[in-house]
């Protein structure tokens, strides 16, 4: 199984780097209209999920944790980043977080009813590291994983040297050796953006 996919190893390993991921984030102001339509797009993905509890994983500073609070009694974030942990429970005296691999969960299997695990999928470029991540998400859930994706559509795909988009038919393999199967794919701006956000059940 792989470790711990560092697509940059200091990038949040400082406390100053933590904060400037925050701010860029607007949690606390007014949101780009890229970051609006990305979190209109995770609360209709949402607003499919029954169940009262919810693993956010890798949390950061809580960039969708309002959203999980509106739709769940329970959230519990986990992230590999100390600082990034450490701002994120400063925001709120009832957030919970741990550090955590994304690939070794310290949870029993069927912890929570979901897991959510936003922008993080698309760091991995290789198909074994994306049937790692999505199995170990899997483990712990009991109803389904909801997570953030790039995925090819006709009029658009990304290639860079951190993130790349993929075609549906890579996502859906990697979703299948998890041991989950797609319900719903919501995309943030139709066939203009790879940005989407997939909901799985187990298979």
């Excluded at 199984?1 to 100053?16: E, F, G, N």
């Excluded at 009832?94 to 897991?115: K, Q």
């Excluded at 988009?165 to 719903?184: F, I, K, N, T, Y």
């Amino acid at each position: 199984m792989p470790q711990t996919v560092k697509t940059r190893p200091d990038r949040y390993r400082a406390r100053a780097h933590a904060l400037a991921y925050h701010a860029s984030t607007h949690a606390s102001g007014r949101p780009s209209l890229s970051q609006r339509l990305e979190l209109a797009t995770v609360r209709r993905a949402l607003a499919g999920t029954v169940g009262d509890s919810v693993l956010d994983v890798p949390c950061g500073t809580g960039r969708i944790d309002a959203l999980l609070r509106e739709r769940f009694d329970e959230v519990v974030g986990a992230d590999s980043s100390v600082p990034m942990l450490t701002v994120y429970g400063a925001q709120a005296d009832t957030r919970s977080g741990c550090c955590a691999d994304i690939f070794n969960l310290p949870f029993d299997d069927a912890s929570f009813d979901w897991v959510v695990c936003h922008r993080y999928l698309h760091h991995l470029r290789r198909h074994d590291e994306r049937v790692a991540a999505l199995a170990s998400l899997r483990r712990v859930c009991r109803r389904g994983v909801v997570f953030y994706a790039w995925i090819n559509t006709l009029l658009a795909r990304r290639r860079g040297s951190m993130r790349a988009s993929m075609p549906r038919a890579r996502l859906d393999a990697a979703v299948a050796g998890a041991g989950l199967r797609v319900r719903d794919v919501h995309s943030c701006a139709g066939p203009f953006s790879v940005k989407t956000v997939v909901v799985c059940e187990p298979a």
